[in-house]
């Protein structure tokens, strides 16, 4: 189960606001995206940057994921950010506006750059780029293969309907085209697709409703603005019941069709095969790392693999 990681709640922290930026190590998501961009006014960049650093100095004993959403490299602050940040080392960069793949070669250019100068590991910071203009929805398949620094692509749904010159509603039927997209080119990249915020932190049903299709889609995890969210993202991504104790059957069942010498058998009238046994594993890993269950998967056995 190496280099499997929940990426269920991703929370945006303000990086001009001390408050927040200390109440990170309490928060109950799986990752924070520390904000130099949005949230930060022109007048505070020089010092939300200087703050972030000196919090991600202190904060060593880390027990989440730590982006940092730079901005874009195309404006005066972005290399700045780098700059100020990466010494402290965070865990990656949440890069806004990948409207093509050259954008995201250039960040990964630069943290090459930036490891070489520190002694650090090459490919030592990882990258989470953001899609969010309808340029960025076309090119999105190229842009999740353009660096192995890639964890995943995160949606934005609020910048990808101003492209469109669009509303955004409630329902999202005018993002599903857009989503849809995001989590092909994830999954054929073998990266993780992170969905947009919802914005109204006080409709739980309505997040719960958003959480839920973007599961179906095919996403792994949604980006946030509120820490109240976190529960409730949460429990949409935990796996039920039902389907852990089934995919436990299938894991049980396949091991039996391989000493057996055969690649498929039959669980309650129906063909367990490759594809069957793919979605149990991944459901067992996902319901570990949740910590409902607590097994050994032997992939090899599974697979089978020699």
């Not at 505070?44 to 004993?61: G, H, I, M, N, P």
């Not at 930036?114 to 076309?138: C, D, K, Y």
């Not at 006080?202 to 839920?212: I, N, P, V």
Request: proline residues 4%; charged residues 30%.
């Amino acid at each position: 189960m190496a280099g499997f990681q929940l990426r269920r709640s991703l929370l945006y922290v303000p990086g001009n606001m001390p408050s927040m930026l200390q109440n990170i190590p309490i928060f109950q998501c799986d990752g924070v995206m520390i904000d130099l961009e949005d949230a930060v006014p022109l007048s505070e960049k020089d010092a939300a940057r200087s703050l972030v650093r000196s919090f991600l100095q202190t904060y060593t004993e880390r027990n989440k994921e730590v982006l940092v959403r730079i901005n874009a490299l195309d404006t005066k602050w972005g290399h700045d950010d780098l700059k100020a940040v990466l010494p402290a080392l965070p865990d990656g960069i949440r890069l806004p506006k990948a409207d093509r793949p050259e954008i995201v070669e250039t960040l990964d250019t630069l943290l090459t750059e930036f490891e070489e100068e520190l002694g650090l590991e090459i490919g030592r910071f990882r990258i989470l780029p953001s899609i969010e203009s309808a340029e960025g929805v076309i090119n999105c398949i190229k842009t999740a293969r353009s660096t192995k620094r890639l964890i995943g692509l995160a949606f934005g749904a609020e910048d990808y309907t101003a492209s469109l010159e669009i509303e955004r509603t409630k329902r999202g039927e005018e993002l599903f085209a857009a989503r849809t997209r995001v989590v092909w080119a994830c999954k054929a990249a073998g990266i993780q697709a992170i969905d947009t915020i919802f914005s109204d932190a006080g409709d739980m049903e309505g997040l719960r409703r958003e959480t839920e299709l973007i599961k179906t889609l095919g996403f792994s995890g949604k980006s946030l603005v509120n820490p109240r969210q976190i529960e409730v993202i949460h429990e949409v991504f935990a796996p039920k019941q039902a389907e852990v104790d089934y995919a436990l059957q299938v894991v049980e069942a396949i091991q039996r069709a391989r000493e057996m010498g055969t690649g498929v058998i039959s669980l309650g009238g129906k063909m367990v095969d490759a594809p069957v046994v793919k979605r149990a594993v991944r459901v067992l890993k996902t319901a570990q790392a949740h910590g409902l269950i607590d097994i050994e998967l032997n992939e090899e056995v599974i697979y089978g693999q020699e």
